[in-house]
Each structure stands twice: as C-alpha cells, then as structure tokens.
C-alpha cells in the first residue's frame, strides 16, 4: 500500500473520492500498524505503519484506497498493566470510529493480551494473534445525507414506545422471514400501522450499536438480547441489518418520518464491551487503556468501574468526550435520528470529584449548535457513590422519572401514604424538574420499562422467576412493588383475570394522563408477558420477543390507549408546556389544578396524611384554548366510594371520557349525566376522566399547543 502522510482529522477512516485518510488518537503509543484484510476480513494482506504522529493522532493517507476496503490496527507500546498500559501489538483492535464491521467476534483466549489462567494473570502478555477472531472495520462511502424532513415533534407532545430491533417483529406474521428482527422488518406497513394506530409519536430502540456477545453468556447458551456491551459507536449492530447495508437503517428512518414518528435510540457511552482488567483486548483497551478508560488512582492496574459493567470511559479526556459527540453527530446528522436516551448518564457527568452537572460533556452537548434540536433523555443514575440524580441534571435535558414509576405502582398496588406523591407525579414532579427554566417534559414518566416486569406481569407476580438466566434466580430487582392479587403467575380465574386487565387500564390511564412526557414499554398493549422474568437481558427468545398472536385478543386494550392519547393531545390540559402554579383562571372561577376529597372539597393538610386514605380527584381547570375543565376520579381501595364532584364551576354537566372499569363504552353527546355537586359512583380500584359539556360561558374547542423549539 502506497502511503502519505494525510492529515490527523477527521478520526476514522473517510473516503474523500480520492483515496482515505486514517487517523488514529493515541497518547502513549510507540508505532500504529494499519492492516489490511481480504473482504471477507479472514486474511490479512498486509501491514503498513502510519507515518505521522501529531497533536496525539497517528496518522496516514492511502491514496489507493477505496471504500470496502477491510481493516484493522496493531497499536505497539508499553505492556505496564500495574501502570495502567496494556498495548499489545499481537491483537487486532477495531478503530473506534469503524461506520461498518465485517465478521463477528468469535470467543477465544487469543483475544485476552494476557495469559489466561495464569497467576496474576493480566501481568502476563500473551502474544498470540487475536485477529481470526475479532470482526475488522470496513471504509464506507458516505452516502447523501438529509432528504427527508424530521417530524420534529414539541416535547410537549412527545409519546414513547420503547421497543427492541429484534423482538418487535421476529415473530410478525406480516413481514418476510428474512426481514424479522431487523430494520427492514420495522419499516413494514403493518408495524408503522400499528404504531399510527396507538397514537405515539417516537419509537424508542434499545441499543443498535454494535455490540458483543459476552463470553459468559455464549458458554451457556444465552445472549445479550439487550445490546449493552457496546463494541462500535459508529457502526449500527451488523445482526439488525437484512440487507448488511447501511442504507438499510436509513431507510428506516426515512418511513419513521414520512408515518410522523421520531427515532431515539439508547446508546451506552458510559462503558465499552471490554470489561475488567481481566476482560479481552478488543480496541479501546489496546490503543490507549490510561486514556479512555477511569482508572483507579492509586492503583490503575484496575478500573474505576462506575457502572457494575467493569469499566468507565474517561469522558473527563478531551480526545474520549471527542469521541462521543462525534458519535452522536455522525447519528443525528448524516442518520438523521432525532434524539437520544443515554444509559446510566450521571457516568458520563463524573469528574475528578464525583458527578458535576457542569461536568465537559454537559458544556460540550450544551453549546453544541448541530445538536441544539436533537432530544435528550437520561438515564439519571449510575452505580457510584452520588451517582442517583433524577432532577439533577442540566437543562435542556429529560430525565427517566423512576419516583413516578415507584409511586404509581405503590398506589395501585395498594400501599398507604402515597396520595402526596401521587399528586407530585400526576402534576408533573415540579418537585423534582421545576428549576433553572425546566419544564414538565423534564420527567420522563414510566411504569413499565425493558429493565423490570412487563405490565401483565406487574400485576401477575409478585416475584421475579428468573431461572431460565440460570443465576438461581438471584439476579433482578427484589423491589418491584407488584402485586399478583391472590395468585402467582397465570390464571384462568374469569374474576381475577378481569381485575388484572382493570389494574392494566389503570396504569395506561395514570400514564398517560399525567403531566411529563409518558413513555410506553413495547408490547405491553397486547399483554406481553415475560413469565415473571424481571431481568430478560440475555434471553433472545419467546421470553423477549412479541408474540403478534395475541394481539386479536387485546384489541380493546389497544384502543383504550389510543383513546388516552388522542385525549391526551387535544386537551392542553394534559400536555402542559408549563407547571402547574395552583392559581385561578380568570372567568371560570376554578385554578388551573384543584386537588379533590371524596367529599366534594379541596384537599386540606389532614387529608393528605391519612394513612387508610387512597382516593384522590383532581380538576384540571381550562379557559380559552385550553379547553373545558376535566376531573379525574382515582380509587386504588378494593370497594367502590362515593365521590362528590366539585361545585365550582357552577352550572356544569360531566361527560364521562375514560373509565377503567367499563373500557367498551363510547362517550357520546347525551353522557353529560352529572351535574357540579352531584354524587359520582366510583368503583373500586378504577379511574374515570370527566369532561365538563356544558357551561354557563361557551369554551372553544381545544386545540394542541405547537411549539417551535423541541428542548
């Protein structure tokens, strides 16, 4: 291979018509050997060092090159582990900026740089060539970004479907075989279809990064279905495209905008696929271990592992956080997607003195103008110490809001003292968000996400059944604050069936009727069940996967939710932009938000204390544009409870819109059947969402809110 000295940006490999430019960071390096493979990346060619080193970055030009061609890297250095450097030239290593991989990783020792099974074993080098195990890097020619016209959904309007590439559609009965767990297989008619028909406006994917199989769970018989144990930020997983072309995940996004539905995807900077100081040599490790990865101060033989994943990127590294916002702009803007949901993120805010909301990476993506319309969403906690900061994060930043999660289960599970913190959560969590100019989209609210029981089995177990991980079923949260009413698992009890499904309605409606943006677990609209399994990270089959046939048979459930989110997004009053103040609303006579006894009056301090308490009604009051007023009824007792309506505003008929216990009914113009004052017959364990019809002062229809910023 001829070569010159090219340039030392941008990183990666890049076509420029011409020929390709490879650049390579690292710090302590002695000599960078680029090697070439044949294009199935079983043979290698030939080697040729990079010729230039500046500013840190190995570099070099190859003015023959051309896209497809297939490489890896041999980095040379100091093999110092107790010094925390573990260079060793006998591995290939993957460019960290490879957009496409060829081949797989294939487990053997070979792919450790150190000798396995030896006494203090990764002091030890082991000099056997890694490279007919590891999967190489391929050049692409970048094709023509743009070309379509993002949805660019307001945040207040935003509905999420969480969901996996592979177990959405490997068992659709629609889409071709060869199609089923891709990206292809997601562009089909009848899965955009369905995704139209229940209302939501952005699919999230869980990790389509490539990643690695890891070798515990391949010596067992398992996988990481999941995806987090990330190998390439740049490259899409090579088992999720049909086609082996990137084009392929581009048109997916493509048929997402033209249906009106952004793409988010979960992505895993806060660790790598290379794990412990015992774990393989695959890239990072063997390019530059002292500078992208926490080590631990006093003793970098080891790592300073914030995650419980084995290692931490060193974010606090200029050339690492480079590495991460190139990566998010190369998905945003040449992919096209639309935001992002970073897995355990107080990780990537660690600096020397623990997590700092004004840490590098938060200024970086603050300031940055090509991501000022990419949405943001946290994961807001890691494993280490301080690491929990649901609200703590910078602006411009959605959060997971677990306190919502936990809250609600505990509510409609039954437990006592929950009605203040409900009240939090329905309202938006002002307690948790309402700072430094956030707004409600701050919470992401949940109760049901891939991490945890699906919501059939929420209200089915009581314990995790997690067996078929074979870790003794002690792996899993023990917390899950579920409730399987009287019997463990599946049950053909007509009554207790009936109860479950109610208490499935109940946690739909609490959702999605709650201020903050709601997310919704895929698959829980058709009763997906994990057989008790809370923690299905590694099962790649029908434990994970969705199972198409039984959606005839939650027909009903489907469309109860289509209906909260249609009511969601015409009543303003349900996609607030801003919190709630608790002050009244001129010529109506009622505030913006009224906290209701049972008894017909505004809560009063005692009543928020009652331990045996479990009754709650809000009015959400409305004026102008924001439509009428609506009451929301909750009754988490076993017993039905009288509930007088409010008196104010006077004169108004109540037309029932949602009701968990009668999910069949249509509400029509002759539904207003209660008047202000009148005695509501609330049954147990259910919510009913009323609308006033008809007022003394004529309301103009409601209309959703637009806005023009999406942060």
């Not at 139209?196 to 990790?207: H, S």
């Not at 080590?295 to 419980?308: A, F, V």
């Not at 990780?347 to 970086?364: H, I, K, Q, T, V």
């Not at 709650?514 to 057989?531: A, F, H, I, N």
Request: one cysteine or more; proline letters at 7%; aromatic letters at 10%.
């Amino acid at each position: 291979m001829r070569i010159l000295p090219g340039r030392p940006y941008p990183m990666g490999a890049t076509w420029d018509g011409e020929g390709v430019n490879f650049a390579l960071f690292s710090l302590h390096a002695t000599r960078v050997e680029l090697c070439r493979f044949d294009d199935t990346g079983r043979r290698e060619i030939e080697r040729v060092d990079l010729p230039e080193y500046t500013d840190e970055v190995w570099h070099g030009y190859l003015p023959d090159a051309r896209p497809g061609m297939v490489y890896g890297y041999r980095v040379h250095g100091p093999f110092q582990p107790e010094a925390g450097h573990r260079f060793n030239h006998h591995k290939l290593v993957l460019d960290p900026y490879a957009r496409s991989l060829v081949g797989s990783l294939r487990w053997h020792d070979a792919l450790f740089g150190y000798r396995v099974g030896q006494p203090r074993a990764d002091l030890a080098i082991d000099r056997r060539d890694s490279a007919p195990y590891m999967p190489k890097a391929k050049v692409i020619d970048p094709a023509a970004t743009g070309g379509d016209r993002r949805p660019a959904t307001p945040w207040s309007e935003v509905i999420i479907y969480e969901t996996h590439v592979r177990g959405m559609t490997y068992r659709h009965p629609s889409v071709p075989t060869a199609e089923r767990g891709t990206f292809a297989g997601l562009t089909h008619p009848d899965v955009v279809d369905h995704l139209l028909k229940l209302g939501v406006t952005a699919i999230e994917l869980l990790p389509v990064h490539a990643f690695v199989q890891d070798r515990i769970l391949a010596e067992r018989g398992l996988a990481n279905y999941w995806g987090y144990n990330t190998l390439a930020f740049f490259a899409p997983e090579p088992r999720y495209l049909a086609s082996g072309q990137l084009a392929e995940f581009r048109r997916f996004v493509r048929v997402m905008h033209a249906a009106g539905i952004e793409v988010i995807l979960d992505v895993v900077f806060n660790h790598t696929a290379e794990g412990n100081h015992l774990g393989p040599t695959l890239s990072f490790r063997g390019i530059d271990n002292a500078i992208y990865y926490r080590l631990m101060p006093d003793n970098p033989r080891y790592y300073d592992d914030m995650t419980g994943c084995g290692n931490t990127l060193n974010l606090s590294h200029p050339k690492v956080l480079q590495l991460v916002m190139d990566s998010l702009r190369y998905w945003a803007l040449e992919l096209r997607v639309d935001g992002f949901r970073f897995d355990l993120a107080s990780a990537l805010g660690r600096e020397a003195n623990g997590f700092d909301a004004g840490s590098g990476f938060f200024d970086a993506i603050r300031q940055d103008p090509q991501l000022a319309h990419i949405k943001l969403i946290a994961e807001p906690w890691d494993l280490g110490l301080g690491g929990y900061q649901v609200g703590g994060f910078p602006p411009g930043w959605s959060q997971w809001n677990d306190r919502f999660r936990n809250t609600v289960r505990q509510f409609w599970k039954g437990d006592e003292g929950q009605l203040g913190d409900l009240a939090e959560r329905i309202a938006g969590s002002a307690d948790l968000f309402n700072h430094h100019g956030m707004r409600p989209w701050a919470g992401v609210n949940f109760v049901t996400a891939h991490d945890g029981f699906t919501l059939a089995d929420l209200v089915s177990y009581n314990d995790p059944h997690n067996e078929a991980n074979q870790e003794n079923n002690q792996d899993g949260s023990r917390d899950n604050k579920s409730f399987n009413h009287g019997t463990e698992g599946e049950t053909n009890d007509p009554d207790l069936m009936a109860l479950r499904q109610r208490q499935v309605r109940n946690f739909m409606a609490t959702l999605l009727l709650s201020t903050g943006v709601p997310m919704l677990l895929g698959g829980d609209e058709m009763g997906r069940s994990q057989r008790g399994n809370n923690n299905a990270y590694c099962q790649d089959n029908e434990i994970s996967w969705f199972d198409w046939s039984q959606l005839p048979a939650h027909e009903e459930l489907c469309s109860f939710i289509a209906r909260l989110n249609r009511l969601r997004r015409t009543h303003a009053a349900l996609h607030r932009d801003k919190f709630f103040r608790g002050a009244e609303i001129d010529g109506i006579g009622v505030k913006d938000i009224t906290w209701l006894s049972p008894v017909g009056r505004e809560m009063e301090p005692a009543d928020w204390t009652l331990p045996y308490a479990r009754t709650l009604g809000v009015m959400f009051g409305g004026s102008g544009p924001e439509g009428p007023p609506l009451v929301m009824l909750i009754n988490a007792h076993d017993g039905p409870i009288d509930f007088k309506l409010p008196a104010q505003p006077s004169g108004a008929r109540w037309n029932r819109l949602i009701d968990t216990a009668d999910p069949a009914f249509e509400p029509g113009p002759d539904g207003a059947a209660h008047g202000s004052g009148d005695t509501y017959p609330l049954p147990g364990r259910s919510l009913v969402l009323l609308q006033a019809a008809s007022l003394p002062t004529a309301f103009p229809p409601a209309q959703p809110e637009r806005h023009d910023s999406t942060r």
